[in-house]
């Protein structure tokens, strides 16, 4: 059983950046993918990056790709999200999710609750 929580959300302006943080519970958290979605009101869940257990390999969303950055720290059982440049677009409800990988959620077994971006005009 792995848990997840999110936390970084916030209120930023348009260009501004944010670190989101997940961070996982049990020694197995460390073997998992980690892939980070988000979803605006009356939206699907979208995928946005992922990364492997090592997070030697990483891929990302067309929409976010070159502007955020996916990394991890197993030493603190933690997964980050690098956001740079922020659009007001990018605003949602942003998740973390463990499992196998991949960009769908199908991939992911475990989930935080998620934490809210909201980035201003």
């Known amino acids: 059983q792995v848990q997840l929580v999110e936390s970084g959300g916030g209120l930023v302006q348009d260009g501004g950046s944010l670190r989101l943080s997940c961070v996982g519970s049990?020694?197995?958290?460390?073997?998992?993918?980690v892939g980070w979605f988000r979803q605006a009101p009356g939206m699907e869940r979208e995928f946005v990056a992922a990364?492997?257990?090592?997070?030697?390999?990483?891929y990302y969303g067309d929409s976010v790709k070159g502007r955020f950055t996916i990394s991890r720290d197993n030493a603190k059982n933690t997964v980050y999200l690098q956001m740079n440049n922020l659009k007001p677009e990018d605003t949602a409800v942003y998740y973390c999710?463990?499992?196998?990988?991949?960009?769908?959620?199908?991939?992911?077994?475990?989930w935080g609750q998620g934490t809210q971006v909201i980035v201003s005009s």
């Open positions: 990364g492997t257990w090592n997070a030697r390999i990483t």
């Open positions: 049990g020694r197995t958290f460390r073997n998992y993918a």
């Open positions: 999710g463990a499992g196998t990988g991949g960009r769908t959620q199908r991939g992911y077994e475990y």
